[in-house]
């Protein structure tokens, strides 16, 4: 397969011919391989058009390449280290034995099938218990209060009420320690400055000088969806 180096990232593509008779399209495969989609039955040096969609291909690619999925393969991320899920099967009973320091993860049920619930319900009683545990440190630091919180099913990683009620995503347990604070804190922050405002920014700041580092740290991260499912040979 032909590449080419954009800003030092060697991007592999391959070119295809595409119905339409004026347009040249690009595309990401999931693999981050380009593919351009060229006019009819033409066949163009695609290079200098590659280089005219530099910014956004590098953008597409980084996007790609950099991210970090929670549910790869037959792994999960946990407490921010990737862990192998090794399935045993057994006549009904149900267990979670972690071991980062072998990197894996032992799941025990009576089917496969039931693997991602049993990994589902795990990371639930994990976020929640660190939730319940981290968070009242952290809301007097910054000085907040909050009526409730809880850990659910969110479409972000946190989310905050006017009435002071603080929700956090189930899957908050997979990141590592740092990144899970920052979480905690922007929420706690939204209580008193509501936007991502220049004073949301400034007193996030105040608090934890790095947040941007853990806050792009955060971008990088691929929650688990509905319809992944563990890639078992
Ligand atoms: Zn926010």
Same mark, same amino acid.
């Given at each position: 397969?032909?590449?080419?180096?954009?800003?030092?990232?060697?991007?592999?593509?391959?070119?295809?011919?595409?119905?339409?008779?004026?347009?040249?399209?690009?595309?990401?495969?999931?693999?981050?391989?380009?593919?351009?989609?060229?006019?009819?039955?033409?066949?163009?040096?695609?290079? !200098?058009?590659?280089?005219?969609?530099?910014?956004?291909?590098?953008?597409?690619?980084?996007?790609?390449?950099?991210?970090?999925?929670?549910?790869?393969?037959?792994?999960?991320?946990?407490?921010?280290?990737?862990?192998?899920?090794?399935?045993?099967?057994?006549?009904?009973?149900?267990?979670?034995? !972690?071991?980062?320091?072998?990197?894996?993860?032992?799941?025990?049920? !009576?089917?496969?099938?039931?693997?991602?619930?049993?990994?589902?319900?795990?990371?639930?009683?994990?976020?929640?218990?660190?939730?319940?545990?981290?968070?009242?440190?952290? &809301?007097?630091?910054?000085?907040?209060?909050?009526?409730?919180?809880?850990?659910?099913?969110?479409?972000?990683?946190?989310?905050?009420?006017?009435?002071?009620?603080?929700?956090?995503?189930?899957?908050?347990?997979?990141?590592?320690?740092?990144?899970?604070?920052?979480?905690?804190?922007?929420?706690?922050?939204?209580?008193?400055?509501?936007?991502?405002?220049?004073?949301?920014?400034?007193?996030?700041? &105040?608090?934890?000088?790095?947040?941007?580092?853990?806050?792009?740290?955060?971008?990088?991260?691929?929650?688990?969806?509905?319809?992944?499912?563990?890639?078992?040979?």
């Amino acid at each position: 397969m032909p590449s080419i180096t954009l800003k030092n990232r060697r991007i592999q593509y391959h070119v295809t011919n595409g119905r339409s008779s004026r347009y040249t399209y690009f595309r990401f495969r999931p693999d981050a391989t380009l593919e351009i989609v060229v006019p009819g039955s033409t066949s163009i040096n695609v290079e !200098p058009a590659i280089r005219e969609r530099e910014d956004w291909i590098v953008r597409q690619h980084d996007k790609l390449t950099r991210s970090i999925r929670i549910l790869d393969r037959d792994s999960v991320l946990f407490d921010g280290s990737r862990l192998k899920v090794v399935f045993e099967q057994t006549r009904g009973e149900e267990s979670i034995i !972690p071991d980062p320091e072998r990197g894996l993860v032992t799941v025990r049920g !009576p089917a496969k099938s039931t693997v991602k619930e049993m990994i589902r319900r795990w990371f639930l009683k994990e976020s929640s218990s660190y939730v319940a545990r981290a968070l009242p440190a952290l &809301a007097r630091k910054v000085g907040a209060r909050y009526s409730r919180a809880e850990v659910r099913e969110v479409r972000d990683w946190g989310y905050c009420t006017r009435e002071g009620r603080l929700s956090f995503g189930w899957q908050l347990i997979a990141l590592p320690e740092p990144v899970r604070e920052y979480v905690l804190y922007h929420e706690l922050v939204h209580l008193t400055e509501r936007n991502h405002s220049v004073r949301f920014r400034a007193r996030l700041s &105040a608090l934890l000088p790095d947040y941007r580092a853990r806050e792009e740290e955060l971008d990088r991260v691929v929650p688990i969806r509905e319809e992944d499912c563990l890639g078992y040979n």
